[in-house]
T-cell receptor
């Protein structure tokens, strides 16, 4: 158990809909990262927050947004969903802003029909 | 741009034998960290081993060791005495010192044959 909690574990929705994925980092970790893993692909970096502020942005679509709240949990919002958004979305946390050693949650599997 | 290449999409090995997974990366930076992550069927990403680029000594964690060749930008993972529980996708990753983004390779699916 990494200590990172992601909900929901599975989500099935329709095209055009909006979903919110939630992540609670390990106790004491200030950084939260979001990654997308499509079928048989590596992990693509989406966005990072550190202590409530956006620190780095990767290949995140404009239809996607995220935030980190004062209690350090984070939410990833995906809107106007398309079939291609079906993927495993991982949240990871770390103590620092650029430590590299990330602790991953179990992921949220999103299926868009 | 920083990239990581894992040239072996799939590998298989007999239980109790040794297997080596390949990884090369591309960066112009000199200070960085390298990692191998394991993703079993449970989907969880588990850190297997970590190597600091400034260290010449190869990292070792029990049955897992790396062969880090900085000049060649190569970072292979050796698994000794393979066990059935080692079956998983293995991802090579690196991060530049001071950067925020951990860059992953495409992964190698490792099968352990009993």
């Amino acid at each position: 158990d990494s200590g990172v909690t992601q909900t929901p574990k599975h989500l099935i929705t329709a095209t055009g809909q909006r979903v919110t994925l939630r992540c609670s980092p390990r106790s004491g970790d200030l950084s939260v990262y979001w990654y997308q893993q499509s079928l048989d692909q590596g992990l693509q970096f989406l966005i990072q927050y550190y202590n409530g502020e956006e620190r780095a942005k990767g290949n995140i679509l404009e239809r996607f947004s995220a935030q980190q709240f004062p209690d350090l949990h984070s939410e990833l919002n995906l809107s106007s969903l398309e079939l291609g958004d079906s993927a495993l979305y991982f949240c990871a946390s770390a103590w620092g802003a650029n430590t590299g050693e990330l602790f991953f949650g179990e992921g949220s599997r999103l299926t868009v029909l | 741009a920083q990239t990581v290449t894992q040239s072996q999409p799939e590998m298989s090995v007999q239980e109790a034998e040794t297997v080596t997974l390949s990884c090369t990366y591309d960066t112009s930076e000199s200070d960085y960290y390298l990692f191998w992550y394991k993703q079993p069927p449970s989907r969880q990403m588990i850190l297997v081993i970590r190597q600091e680029a400034y260290k010449q000594q190869n990292a070792t964690e029990n049955r897992f060791s790396v062969n880090f060749q900085k000049a060649a930008k190569s970072f292979s993972l050796k698994i000794s005495d393979s066990q059935l529980g080692d079956a998983a996708m293995y991802f090579c990753a690196f991060i530049i010192q001071g950067a925020q983004k951990l860059v992953f390779g495409q992964g190698t699916r490792l099968t352990i044959n009993p």
